[in-house]
């Protein structure tokens, strides 16, 4: 195949290039640490930098939500440092329950998730078990408890993909690992979350959403 030639001129210093187009190499993909940059938040009119984590591929949107909910919520017993770290705890924690571990591309259970939360980070997790048939039973019991406790996230597995809300200043921030940064939300976000929860699954396929709490670690699991 003829070899085809362009020439550029750079114009900041009047250097010549020559660009010779090549055949792309085959792409390999490969395992990588999730992109991690420094946000401000605004909390009492004061700018604080708190790390936000975004996924590099599309099997850490678990460990993400875990990575960047503890960075939000106070009280919390431990914080992990990166995703490593947080997969080996996961696997620690299938061992002592005489699961499986996983290996480092699968993906996270919500129970990872909220047993991550219980057991390493000390927070109180209720988690429910969503099926389109019982949908107005569940939601109604969701913000049963919404309305009795606050709350310092929520998080839902619906379309597959983990995603969080915090309460921040007087709304809520939505934590979504495939977005660059976490994302101001109106008070009915919520409720789209509830909806998305309860509605998206049948009996073939159970979607998971959790209400993180501080007080007394546990995980509890509720379903209709």
């Known amino acids: 195949?003829?070899?085809?030639?362009?020439?550029?001129?750079?114009?900041?210093?009047?250097?010549?290039f020559e660009i010779l187009s090549?055949?792309?190499?085959?792409?390999?993909?490969?395992i990588v640490e999730p992109k991690k940059k420094f946000d401000i938040e605004y909390e009492d009119s004061e700018r604080v930098a708190v790390e936000w984590y975004q996924q590099a591929n599309a099997n850490d949107c678990g460990p993400c939500l875990i990575l960047n909910g503890?960075?939000?919520i106070e009280g919390a017993s431990h914080i992990p440092?990166?995703?490593?770290?947080?997969?080996?705890?996961?696997?620690?924690?299938r061992r002592e329950r005489g699961q499986q571990e996983l290996d480092p591309s699968a993906w996270l259970t919500s129970e990872d998730v909220g047993r991550y939360l219980s057991e390493v980070a000390g927070l109180n997790v209720e988690e429910y078990a969503c099926f389109r048939d019982v949908a107005d039973e569940t939601s109604q019991s969701i913000r049963d408890s919404l309305e009795q406790r606050s709350f310092e996230m929520i998080y839902s597995t619906a379309g597959?993909?983990?995603?969080?809300?915090?309460?921040?200043?007087d709304g809520d921030l939505l934590l979504?690992?495939?977005a660059d940064a976490p994302r101001?939300?109106?008070?009915?976000?919520?409720?789209?979350m509830i909806g998305q929860s309860v509605n998206s699954a049948d009996r073939e396929r159970v979607e998971r959403l959790g209400i993180v709490r501080q007080g007394e670690a546990g995980y509890t699991v509720r379903s209709f």
């Open 1 to 16: 195949m003829e070899e085809k030639r362009f020439e550029i001129i750079g114009e900041s210093q009047g250097k010549k």
């Open 22 to 30: 090549v055949t792309p190499t085959k792409k390999r993909f490969e």
């Open 81 to 93: 440092s990166d995703i490593n770290e947080v997969r080996q705890d996961i696997n620690r924690l």
């Open 176 to 178: 979504d690992s495939l």
């Open 70 to 72: 503890l960075r939000r």
């Open 184 to 192: 101001e939300q109106t008070a009915e976000s919520i409720n789209e």
């Open 160 to 169: 597959r993909h983990f995603r969080g809300i915090v309460p921040f200043g």
